[in-house]
């Protein structure tokens, strides 16, 4: 709106004292014309530029710089070693109807229950019960919950296959303890049951997430409006879905991104318990990208797998954060 | 208000999750004080025998490991730690042409992840001669711990009461003056936060040891773990050693800051 | 020396229109209220003179320089801040030292001033301990102290009391004013509230809607408002309006509204139609042979606010609404009727079209 009004007519300024304000000239901006957006004298401006200088440059260097040369490596057939051929969009028509990629990215889906909606079931129950009572302690739990998020994926990996482990693993052992040794399984290796078992490790890692993110939010609705909710008679049930879930839109939405990201991302896990097996039973797309890239040679096709994953992962994000906002109007 | 059932139901749940997320924790260490020379399972407790530590930190070379780590770890959250101040600052406190448009460049390089960097980012890094370098470990991690942290440093920069900031101009500081002097203070749990993420991310990651790393003597700690596990399936006790040395010093951390951590990530997770 | 000038200052947000063609005078030493409703441009005419906020149009000096173009830091003000904005790691001695600090002043010369606000404003006992141990007041008085020190040529603040609670506020608005006569700088103090305008400016600038409705002293404010907004805004309770048919009659004006039907002597040149102001010191029950009151008006009460000394009574004369003062406790309730006579010294009379104030025969007669 700025650029339409008709620049000031200026003159040089001349501060006679006293002067009646029609002579007094407005000063004369030196870019011409009227800045109603100039600077305020002496507030840091420019200056933004060298504070973000450093931290740009890495982050053009190493990601946005490699992530172009990944488009540039998805487009090419190339073994990492001799000239490669052109491909087109060969490599992305793959993701699509390679059966094995496609299992991959089925399979990453089928995580995404482990990794994101059964944490934040999780999460929300405890927040529910958390909601209506002073619960002593709270801290406490919240510290020892969170505990398997600092652990090393390796580590998680390596402690998950003791406890798979067919012949005297913890969780047969246990099946066996109590009377229900016909449940036992060899949990990593069989094909229906492999994918799962991955997924309960995930879901063992970040229910605490999802825990500490809504019994935070929980503490941050207003106790006036549980208050209502009681004097209007609502049970406890009642008080979950009209207080606490409305007003845990945000987390929730934060919760679900994060975890869904990390589901995506999953690599380490499914690389130290199964390697992607049995068969092909629980591989995913991070470890299709290793896999092709740096031991069967389809450098194109896992720089298109990666740039695919990125993009899911994108859309995923924006599409939680569309419908939590969605929801908040 | 809530009855006396709903309490206890309250607290059973609570308990029952906790338990479950400590059991394997406890487990792994019980196998790891085993006596090496029974029959060992995971999770039962015949004694405290610390030999196995001493075996697997020989035998696994965890103490090169270690160091390595430490080594990539510290300067990746000093550097990305300081770096991200510095940005966040700017994107939070300052007005300047185009810092919208930029501040997505940095979004964009928190959603991207690693795997689909990883392909190029090895060729790239080949090209320099810099894979099999500490350089390799550090510098994609640093650019992806950026994009964190200037995210993580803006949204507590915004919420700080912009009449600070304009009585230290007032009062004649400097841009830097106040950031480090007058600011800086008060976001000592927002970069506590920051710090604790950062390191459990650095010292955790695996996929770019794998990739960037064939020198034994630059494996990290979970690399080294995942090779040692490789040379050791059978043997139980040293493998839940050689996995406790190398969860123990982020649980360290995690621990010693966890009051902090948590009140950070209570009241920073949904600013932004 | 330090006059401040505004010289025909705009502000623009985007679209929005903060401050429009402010020109106003501000002598040395003076203690100048910006008041206005909220929304009116005070704060952002304030920060345009501190320079945290650029300036769209026209001129602002301070002594006889332009400061348009001048940093916060050279313009050599000191602000408090309606959140006081103290430094909470610092120290109550480290935050007042802070601006004395940055200036390079010698150390010594620093404690010795810090101890001279401090004395001043009482904050000795408190100069170790940091701003979250302090309560509301002390830690307005230490946002004052570190403007003290500076002892910069201009003074400004920005609703530096409305974080107190009544009692304190009375307290400390006087304390600044003893401050600001002793220490005799300029000071320019943005409030909302017409009574800390009244009691502490030597001038005040009235503001509505970014624009500047008048400037005087309290006194000319009160009793020569220059429209009907000043006169709305200013005195408490409001003043009473209702537009009125005039007709000469004889020796003045005669004024009809519902049930007000009186004349004013001495009255004259007034339009057939005006907007009357009523201060409610001029409207009291009717008292047969009080010669200074003409009436009398009945009316019905609409309400009753007794404060012990004093009583209004909203009184609805068919139409007219007028508030009634009365000495002590008043008998009356809601719905009661009432009798009462007005001064014709204390009307107003302003255009019903511009509502800006008409001159009458008596006023040209003072
Ligand atoms: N940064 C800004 N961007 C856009 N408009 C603004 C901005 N700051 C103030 N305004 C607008 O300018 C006008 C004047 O605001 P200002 O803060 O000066 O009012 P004020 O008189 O101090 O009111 P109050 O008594 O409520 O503090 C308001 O309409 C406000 O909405
Ligand atoms: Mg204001």
């Known amino acids: 709106m700025s650029a339409i009004e008709p620049a000031t007519p200026t003159s040089p300024a001349s501060a006679v004292a006293g002067g009646a304000a029609g002579a007094e000239a407005k000063p004369d901006w030196p870019l011409g014309g009227t800045r109603p957006e100039a600077r305020p004298p002496g507030e840091p401006r420019r200056v933004g530029y060298l504070y973000i200088l450093p931290a740009f440059l890495i982050l053009a260097g190493l990601i946005l710089y490699p992530l172009g040369h990944a488009v540039y490596l998805s487009l090419w057939h190339w073994d990492g070693l001799t000239t490669g051929t052109w491909a087109g969009l060969e490599n992305y028509a793959d993701v699509v109807s390679d059966p094995a990629l496609r299992s991959s990215f089925a399979h990453a889906l089928v995580l995404l229950a482990f990794y994101a909606l059964l944490p934040v079931a999780i999460g929300l129950l405890i927040a529910g019960l958390v909601a209506r009572a002073q619960v002593r302690g709270l801290a406490f739990f919240r510290t020892v919950i969170f505990l398997p998020q600092v652990i090393a994926m390796v580590v998680v990996a390596v402690m998950w296959r003791m406890i798979y482990e067919p012949e005297n693993g913890a969780l047969n052992e246990l099946l066996r303890a109590v009377g229900l040794g016909s449940l036992t399984q060899s949990w990593l290796g069989d094909f229906d049951l492999a994918l799962p078992s991955v997924g309960g490790i995930a879901t063992w890692v970040y229910y605490g997430l999802a825990m500490v993110l809504l019994t935070a939010g929980v503490q941050k609705i207003p106790q006036s409006l549980y208050d209502a909710a009681r004097v209007d008679g609502a049970g406890p049930v009642r008080e979950f879905f009209a207080v606490t879930l409305p007003g845990l839109r945000g987390e929730i939405a934060v919760a679900l991104t994060l975890t869904t990201i990390f589901a995506l991302r999953n690599f380490d896990l499914v690389y130290i318990t199964t390697k992607g097996g049995p068969g092909d039973a629980t591989s995913v797309p991070a470890f299709e990208v290793y896999d092709r890239a740096f031991q069967t040679g389809q450098v194109g096709s896992a720089a298109a797998i990666g740039i695919s994953l990125a993009v899911v992962i994108f859309l995923i994000s924006v599409l939680i954060n569309r419908v939590a906002e969605r929801g908040a109007r | ?272 | ?366």
């Open chain 3, 1 to 366: 020396m330090a006059e401040v000038r505004f010289i025909d200052v705009d502000k623009r947000y985007g679209g929005v229109d903060a401050v429009r063609g402010v020109s106003l005078d501000i002598a040395d030493g003076e203690f100048m209220v910006f008041v206005g409703p909220s929304g009116s441009g005070k704060t952002t005419a304030l920060r345009m003179l501190a320079g945290l906020e650029s300036i769209s149009g026209g001129q602002i000096t301070i002594g006889d320089r332009v400061v348009n173009d001048v940093a916060p830091r050279e313009r050599d003000i000191a602000m408090v801040f309606q959140d006081y904005a103290l430094y909470p790691q610092m120290t109550v001695f480290d935050n007042l030292a802070f601006g004395l600090r940055r200036r390079k002043v010698p150390k010594d010369e620093i404690a010795r001033r810090v101890a001279r606000a401090a004395e001043a404003l009482d904050l000795g006992r408190y100069l170790r301990r940091k701003p979250g141990q302090l309560s509301g007041g002390q830690a307005q008085r230490v946002a004052l102290g570190r403007a003290l020190v500076r002892d910069p040529q201009v003074f400004l603040m920005d609703e530096p009391l409305s974080n107190l609670d009544a009692k304190l506020r009375t307290q400390t608005r006087g304390e600044i004013k003893r401050l600001q006569q002793e220490v005799g700088r300029t000071t320019v103090y943005v409030t909302h509230d017409q009574v800390e305008a009244m009691t502490m400016g030597d001038r005040i600038a009235v503001m509505n809607d970014g624009v500047l409705e008048q400037v005087g002293t309290p006194e000319e404010l009160y009793e020569r408002p220059a429209n009907r907004f000043v006169a709305g805004f200013i005195g408490s309770p409001a003043m009473a309006f209702f537009d009125a048919d005039v007709v000469a009659a004889d020796g003045g004006a005669r004024l009809r509204c519902g049930a007000v039907d009186v004349v004013l002597p001495g009255v004259g040149g007034l339009p057939a139609e005006v907007t009357v102001g009523v201060r409610p010191e001029c409207a009291r029950p009717w008292e047969e042979g009080d010669g200074r009151l003409v009436g009398p008006v009945s009316g019905v009460v609409e309400y009753v606010e007794a404060l012990g000394r004093e009583t209004f009574v909203g009184v609805d004369a068919g139409g007219a609404r007028v508030v009634v003062h009365c000495e002590g406790r008043a008998a009356l309730q809601p719905g009661d009727a009432i009798e009462f006579g007005i001064a014709p010294a204390g009307l107003r009379f302003f255009a019903c079209d511009s509502g800006l104030a008409l001159p009458t025969a008596v006023e040209a007669a003072r």
């Open chain 2, 1 to 272: 208000m809530t009855s006396r059932t709903e309490q206890t139901l309250t607290y059973t749940i609570l308990g029952l999750f906790s338990l479950l997320a400590l059991a394997p924790i406890v487990g792994i260490v019980f196998t790891a004080l085993q006596n090496p020379d029974n029959v060992n399972a995971f999770g039962s407790f015949d004694g405290i025998h610390l030999g196995n530590f001493k075996d697997a930190w020989e035998q696994g070379n965890f103490g090169s490991y270690l160091k390595s780590s430490a080594i990539v770890t510290v300067t990746v959250v000093v550097v990305a730690g300081t770096l991200s101040i510095l940005s966040g600052y700017a994107f939070g406190l300052m007005r300047f042409r185009g810092s919208g448009v930029l501040f997505y460049v940095f979004l964009l390089g928190l959603m991207v992840p690693m795997e689909a960097m990883i392909v190029p980012l090895y060729y790239d890094l080949r090209d320099l001669s810099l894979t099999d370098t500490y350089w390799a470990l550090i510098l994609p991690q640093i650019a992806t711990s950026v994009a964190f942290g200037t995210f993580w440093m803006r949204a507590f920069f915004r919420s700080v009461p912009r009449s600070l900031v304009e009585a230290a101009r007032i009062d004649g500081a400097t841009s830097w003056f106040t950031l480090w002097r007058v600011l800086l203070p008060l976001a000592k749990p927002a970069v506590l936060t920051m710090t604790v993420l950062l390191f459990m991310w650095t010292w955790n990651e695996f996929l770019l040891a794998l990739v960037m790393v064939t020198d034994e003597g630059l494996r990290t700690a979970p690399l080294g773990l995942s090779f040692f596990q490789g040379r050791n399936t059978s043997n139980l006790t040293l493998l839940a050693a050689g996995s406790v040395i190398v969860a123990t010093p982020v649980v360290v951390v995690y621990m010693f800051l966890q009051r902090h951590f948590i009140r950070g990530m209570l009241s920073g997770a949904v600013k932004g």
